[in-house]
């Protein structure tokens, strides 16, 4: 059992940047495939970044490719989510997620997930 808490959200201007933090409870983060998804206003949550346990294998999707950054300290049971030059459509509710096995792009492979922080960009 994994229990996700996010954190570093908030309000910024376009091209400014933020950093989210995922905070893991449990014994076990250092073996988890963790990934962040988003769901902006009356759309569908998708996929944003994952990352492998060791953190040395990471996919982005297209739209944040270059922008953003996922990265994690297992020592911290924490990952972290930089994201650079936001744009307006970063506007969303960020969500971390966690799986036992290898990450994936799909939300519905992850059995574990944070309650979400609010980003907003403002043009």
């Known amino acids: 059992q994994v229990q996700l808490q996010e954190s570093g959200g908030g309000l910024v201007q376009a091209g400014d940047s933020l950093r989210l933090s995922c905070t893991a409870l449990g014994r076990t983060f250092s073996t988890y495939g963790m990934a962040w998804f988003r769901q902006g206003p009356g759309k569908d949550r998708e996929f944003v970044a994952r990352?492998?346990?060791?953190?040395?294998?990471?996919r982005y999707a297209d739209s944040v490719k270059g922008r953003f950054t996922i990265s994690r300290e297992n020592a911290k049971n924490t990952a972290y989510l930089q994201m650079n030059s936001l744009k307006p459509e970063d506007t969303a509710v960020y969500f971390c997620?966690?799986?036992?096995?290898?990450?994936?792009?799909?939300?519905?492979?992850?059995?574990?997930w944070g309650q979400g922080t609010q980003v907003t960009v403002s043009s």
């Open positions: 997620a966690a799986r036992s096995i290898g990450p994936v792009q799909s939300a519905s492979g992850y059995a574990y």
């Open positions: 990352i492998d346990y060791s953190g040395r294998d990471t």
